[in-house]
């Protein structure tokens, strides 16, 4: 598995826990994806500093091009993040504002958060194992979930008591961004030369 690879895993794991905070609004679970986000905070300040050291350091065309896919590899991951953050500061306004969810309004987002997760195990598995992507049907399907949660948000969203259902609405406008990057993460990997981020390592480790 490349680091790439182990990124979108770790990223994965922490899409699941911000919502499961959202869901279950147990502060173990808030804190735990608060962490997981500390952490991907430092390693995008330790990914800048490491690509403008590097860039400066280029001399054959090769490690040029490989610096690169990986520049280009790891800016695609951390689009992903900003939209999983997104989310992150919805589930910390909802908390500052004493906001809990209501059942209908708590079964779309488990019906929302379920997709995504099944559409980052379609773009994850293939690449840890070398196989050929294929999401479309599970992209269609998650568009299809949008549209529709979109649709029954539009008879709350006129309730002034329903203060979740404008939550919601913004869980399902960043899911949509996140969907997005994810379907781009995907495209990116059929452009992209099948190289590892080992491979990828060798080529500039002397960088």
Do not use: C, W
């Amino acid at each position: 598995m490349g680091f790439s690879d182990s990124f979108l895993d770790f990223l994965q794991e922490t899409y699941n826990l911000v919502t499961l905070s959202i869901e279950s609004n147990y502060r173990s679970i808030f804190e735990a994806s608060a962490k997981r986000m500390e952490y991907i905070n430092f390693l995008e300040k330790e990914y800048v500093g490491y690509f403008a050291k590097a860039v400066t350091s280029v001399s054959h065309e090769r490690e040029s091009r490989e610096l690169l896919r990986l520049h280009t590899q790891f800016d695609y991951l951390f689009q992903i993040y900003d939209s999983i953050e997104d989310i992150f500061n919805t589930k910390k306004a909802m908390s500052k504002n004493y906001v809990e969810l209501k059942s209908d309004v708590l079964l779309m987002v488990r019906k929302l958060s379920s997709q995504t997760l099944a559409l980052f195990d379609d773009i994850r598995k293939p690449l840890m194992e070398g196989n050929q992507l294929d999401i479309a049907a599970r992209a269609n399907e998650l568009q299809g979930i949008l549209d529709e949660i979109n649709r029954d948000l539009l008879s709350l969203l006129t309730d002034p008591d329903r203060s979740d259902a404008g939550t919601l609405s913004n869980f399902v406008t960043y899911s949509r961004r996140l969907q997005d990057k994810l379907v781009n993460f995907a495209a990116l990997q059929d452009t992209e030369p099948m190289a590892s981020d080992e491979d990828g390592a060798k080529d500039v480790e002397s960088i």
